[in-house]
């Protein structure tokens, strides 16, 4: 019986009116949804080649590859917001992308490029990268070449493009085809345990932090338990020179032709430490193979001078600030390239003074960039009166140094707290010599061996392997960050400070009738261990959540978000929860 209520009967009128607005309403939905996918996933425009008629840059271009991006970032993939502010902030300052073929002719037939080349690359032959970056290359009009393995070509991993998606890719003028070879295969494994597997597919290890000591395929001999070859020289050339035939055989079945460039897995590694007769049948099949190859991957900048078979691509990593990425594009280039640093909100750039890097500012947010080995240093132009009441998050890297400085105008006094690789320090400068107030050890903070970097893929003898896990449980991963609030109560001369609520100190401090000078900075610092694969001598100093009250005198508050902005900012969440469950699942 259909219900009913105490005065009259059930309106099924209204209930069926009811279902047709709510099926009008899904029907509006998933028509909007499937617009804005296809927005994002299919490629609805085509790149426009510049004219090489005005171009006159004879020295060289920058060289950089991104290794994949997601939608909100991770420890090996670049967000897609950041993505876009690095590759939009080189377009404005007059970076335009050249091709494989430009930077042929660049080195053979020496023809000059744009004023500000840059070569833009992917690695792996992924799909989100390929996603979330197309909407960044039509806007700015910039080409890409995304390097593939040829056996991902042939399998139903929807992780990596397939060839049908690669030549739509190809078609649209956006990308060009690379190679980083046939197979992703380690060989010469041995766990931290000194257990020896021999040779696995990459994917055969879901969690690769079991893996201590390894290779790639073409890299080196295979080996046994003891590190000892187990093939011939002969047997050897004929393993690497089968892999390289495959690559050329799935390239022409595939594409009808070979790509240009090449990127070996992995870098670093030829005309370094490879063994010389891997070398030689590695470099044998590559300039049989390819025109070009980007064997390097720590440097920025190539010059007119580098051989083509050994050229540079910076793969940037995905935690770099913009700034970052610009410092290290400058002193890899030796300041070839006039580069301008993102400043942020003008109004409050303003206010401080940078010495030894560069700083973005933002009301709730500020980034500081330090020169190679230097310590950046930002002081605030108005000195804080006697009586005021500082917040701020520490955001920086745990392995090296922030800090804040409260000097009195006089500099008869300065005090200083340093939040370094877990540890929090406060010093007293005065007449000449310097007291340790506090030292304190931290909460320790939750960390994993996928937060490393390390070196693996190498050659290693039998003792190395022996060795154990390189995981030294005193030092951090590069890639870990801070996440510490500090305030610093100052009334007349009564200081408090406290890390995260709890007190580190509170006494009596020089009083000064004129006031204090506040800077804030920070430095890369050295770690006892050499296991991860690069040291990066840039530091990002980051504060976050800032706030200063002195008197009536707010400064650096983050402002309420309003609830149309809440609700936008929850609806973008959504619908990037979506697209990354399309990417993942199709």
């Known amino acids: 019986m259909p219900p009913k209520t105490a005065d009259k009967p059930y309106n099924w009128k209204r209930k069926n009116r009811r279902k047709k607005v709510k099926v009008v309403l899904q029907l509006l939905v998933i028509s909007f949804m499937f617009v804005m996918i296809a927005r994002s996933i299919f490629i609805l425009s ?18 950089l590859s991104y290794f994949g991006v997601d939608r909100t970032g991770s420890t090996n993939h670049i967000s ?80 990596f493009l397939k060839p049908s998606h690669l030549k739509s890719m190809m078609k649209s003028g956006y990308w060009e085809l690379g190679s980083n070879g046939h197979r992703l295969e380690y060989i010469n494994i041995f766990d931290k345990e000194g257990q020896y597997y021999g040779e696995m597919e990459e994917n ?23 590190s000892i070859s187990k093939e011939t020289r002969h047997e050897m050339e004929q393993r690497i020179k089968a892999d390289y035939e495959s690559m050329e055989e799935s390239y022409l079945q595939y594409f009808g032709e070979m790509p240009k460039s090449y990127a070996i897995m992995h870098a670093n590694s030829m005309y370094n430490n490879m063994d010389s007769s891997v070398e030689a049948i590695n470099e044998e099949m590559i300039e049989k193979l390819y025109a070009l190859h980007f064997n390097r ?68 947010k500020m980034i500081l960039t330090s020169e190679p080995n230097e310590e950046v240093k930002a002081t605030l132009e108005s000195p804080l009166p006697n009586t005021f009441n500082i917040s701020l998050q520490l955001s920086g890297a745990v392995v090296g140094k922030q800090m804040v400085s409260l000097q009195s105008l006089d500099e008869k006094t300065e005090l200083t707290v340093i939040l370094q690789q877990n540890k929090i320090y406060g010093y007293l400068s005065a007449k000449g010599t310097e007291q340790l107030l506090f030292e304190e050890s931290l909460d320790e903070i939750a960390w994993s061996g996928e937060d490393y970097s390390f070196h693996k893929a190498t050659h290693y003898d039998y003792i190395e392997t022996q060795a154990g896990s390189r995981i030294n449980q005193d030092d951090y991963p590069s890639t870990l960050m801070n996440n510490r609030k500090i305030t610093l109560k100052m009334d007349e001369d009564q200081l408090q400070i406290k890390m995260d609520a709890i007190p580190l100190y509170e006494g009596e401090f020089s009083s000064s009738t004129k006031g204090y000078t506040l800077s804030l900075g920070g430095e890369f610092i050295q770690q006892e261990t050499s296991s991860e694969q690069y040291v990066d001598t840039i530091y990002d100093s980051i504060f976050e959540q800032i706030e200063m009250e002195a008197g009536e005198n707010v400064q650096y508050i983050e402002p309420t978000k309003s609830k149309t902005s809440f609700y936008q900012h929850k609806i973008s969440q959504w619908f990037s929860k979506l697209i990354d469950f399309f990417v993942q699942e199709f």
């Open 46 to 63: 085509s790149y426009e080649a510049l004219s090489e008629g005005e171009f006159t840059n004879t020295e060289g271009f920058i060289s």
């Open 297 to 364: 991957d720590v440097h920025a900048f190539n010059n007119s001078e580098e051989d083509i078979y050994n050229l540079n691509r910076l793969q940037v990593a995905p935690h770099w600030p913009v700034n970052h990425l610009l410092m290290k594009m400058k002193y890899d280039s030796s300041s070839f390239f006039s580069l301008n640093f993102e400043r942020g909100t003008e109004e409050v750039a303003d206010m401080w003074q940078v010495e030894n890097g560069v700083g973005e500012f933002q009301y709730q």
């Open 204 to 226: 055969a290890w879901p969690n690769k932090t079991l893996i201590e000591y390894y290779n790639h395929y073409l890299m080196d001999y295979l080996r046994d338990e003891y």
């Open 80 to 159: 897609n917001d950041e993505l876009n502010r690095h590759l939009t902030l080189l377009k404005e300052q007059g970076f335009e992308t050249i091709s494989q073929q430009q930077v042929i002719d660049f080195y053979q037939k020496r023809k000059p490029l744009p004023e500000k080349a840059l070569f833009l690359s992917f690695e792996d032959g992924r799909t989100d990268s390929s996603i979330f970056t197309q909407k960044i290359l039509e806007k700015l009009n910039y080409q890409a070449t995304m390097f593939t393995y040829t056996e991902k070509l042939q399998t139903k991993d929807s992780k």
